[in-house]
């Protein structure tokens, strides 16, 4: 079955920086588009990156462009999202989606905070 398990959340100070990893199985990886989500504390959870199954394609909401990057390990069945300059409203638990036979699959979460 799919599982999702991402790690590499924990606590930073204002301009530090992250790398989170969704490790995935149970799929066909690298035919999938993969997203990271994110629930910041008293909001709905928003989409965060997006990225093609090849990984050619990428996509952020405004708020993470030119901070955040999605990128991917086909090989591994990996998915990253490596964080830069992060900003306290960044803090939130993160997590790790995909879809399939029109089913959503998420991890577990990771929590990020930032704050000095």
């Known amino acids: 079955q799919v599982q999702l398990v991402e790690s590499g959340g924990g606590m930073v100070q204002p301009g530090g920086s992250l790398r989170l990893t969704c490790t995935a199985s149970g799929f066909p990886f690298n035919s999938f588009m993969m997203f990271w989500y994110r629930r910041r504390p008293g909001r709905e959870r928003e989409l965060v990156a997006s990225?093609?199954?090849?990984?050619?394609?990428?996509e952020y909401r405004h708020s993470v462009q030119g901070r955040f990057t999605i990128s991917r390990d086909n090989a591994k069945g990996t998915v990253y999202l490596h964080m830069i300059n992060l900003k306290p409203e960044d803090t939130a638990e993160y997590y790790c989606?995909?879809?399939?036979?029109?089913?959503?699959?998420w991890g577990q979460g990771t929590q990020v905070t930032v704050s000095s």
């Open positions: 990225i093609s199954g090849s990984g050619v394609h990428t």
């Open positions: 989606n995909m879809m399939l036979g029109g089913e959503d699959y």
